[in-house]
């Protein structure tokens, strides 16, 4: 799908790809998902399932931290406190061990509650708030939030999808 422009094409490339990995997370059978066995975030290392959904919770939870501090008007540090954009893999193993002690049902209800708080976000705002001027650095407040949710649901469904090809999952 093309770079979401608007707030139509930013809420249905969110719902498109979300609905896509929701479908290969309904044929994982639960008791597999705690198995290090994705490729990860960081080059040679391997994730669960259960990892890789704490990646997408984290990464939303972060993009309501950004909305919810700068609407309030204070300062945002990006990408979190204590993290630089030079540490992502750092970040993604924060987010591992935030919900480590979580079912592979809690992280996908968490998961549904966090898309749905940034699509009360992006419903909230205008084309133009979304798509018309900086909100961090160069980037739109559109582009941050779908750099943090379509685009990893998409990459994280082909991490699933590979994986699940490589154990005769279907």
Known sequence: ?????????????????????????????PELTAA????????????????????LIGWGELVIKWYTKKEAGEAVEFPDTGY???????????????????????????????????????????DTELYGMPWYKQWPLGRMIQFNTSSPYGNARARIRRWKKARGIH
């Open 36 to 55: 290090a066995e994705l490729e990860g975030h960081v080059k040679g290392s391997v994730i669960s399932v259960n990892n890789l959904l704490s990646y």
């Open 84 to 126: 630089g954009w030079n540490e992502l893999g750092r970040l993604a193993q924060k987010f591992y061990k935030d919900y480590e002690g979580h079912g592979f049902h809690a992280l996908t209800d968490r998961l549904e509650q966090v898309v749905s708080a940034i699509r009360d976000i992006v419903q909230q705002k205008s």
């Open 1 to 29: 799908m093309a770079i979401p422009k608007n707030k139509n094409e930013l809420l249905q490339a969110i719902d498109m790809a979300y609905e896509r990995l929701k479908i290969e997370l309904l044929t994982i059978p």
